[in-house]
Antibody, heavy 117, light 111 residues
């Protein structure tokens, strides 16, 4: 069974870049079995898809965030990462990494990122 | 792009049956698979229905999914309601570019 664990700073200053990593265990990120996705959820609100990576060359991003998002993969560490630039308070949320096969099969526990000075 | 619209909240008594709708604003609901996720407070979402009407292993058969082209909507039906079913439920589908679209979520209260 695939397990996912998000990690990264819990506090980011406005205008800076949010960086998170998702460590995958129980499966190989290079297996081709899944897309590897990031999803976020502001407190008390719904889910928002951020984007996905399939191979190191194949990414898709939510059009509303595309100009600020980069998702990359490190197969040697079995990790994939999220960078979100020029953050504002509106980017404060719980960030989840997830596998995507038939929908989102496995989710990390989520990590709260607060944007504040 | 399209939106998936869900009722903000629904409530029902234990043992009863409840149905949560998810209406697609444009394009056919049948064009792309619909998934349903359950999210209990403080927890990550988990899949209760995938590919319109398929249940992952471990999900009770009290949960079922369907789509209705006439209303352009998907539905999640939970029968024999239990207090443990109280949670937020989200529908999810894809657009023509395979981008992900989530519904706004429905809070289910079992009272």
């Amino acid at each position: 069974q695939v397990q996912l664990q998000e990690s990264g700073p819990g506090l980011v200053k406005p205008s800076q870049t949010l960086s998170l990593t998702c460590t995958v265990s129980g499966g190989s990120i290079s297996s081709g079995s899944y897309y590897w996705s990031w999803i976020r959820q502001p407190a008390g609100k719904g889910l928002e898809w951020i984007g996905r990576i399939y191979t190191s060359e194949s990414t898709n991003y939510n059009p509303s965030l595309k100009s600020r998002v980069t998702i990359s993969v490190d197969t040697s560490k079995n990790q994939f990462s999220l960078k979100l630039s020029s953050v504002t308070a509106a980017d404060t949320a719980v960030y989840y990494c997830a596998t995507e096969g038939s929908g989102f099969d496995y989710w990390g526990q989520g990590t709260l990122v607060t944007v504040s000075s | 792009n399209f939106m998936l619209t869900q009722p903000h909240s629904v409530s029902e008594s234990p043992g009863k049956t409840v149905t949560i709708s998810c209406t697609r604003s444009s394009g056919s609901i049948a064009s792309n698979y619909v998934q349903w996720y359950q999210q209990r407070p403080g927890s990550s979402p988990t899949t209760v229905i995938y590919e319109d009407n398929q249940r992952p292993s471990g999900v009770p058969d009290r949960f079922s999914g369907s789509i209705d082209s006439s209303s352009n909507s998907a539905s999640l039906t939970i029968s024999g309601l239990k207090t443990e079913d109280e949670a937020d439920y989200y529908c999810q589908s894809y657009d023509s570019s395979n981008y992900v679209v989530f519904g706004g979520g429905t809070k289910l209260t079992v009272l």
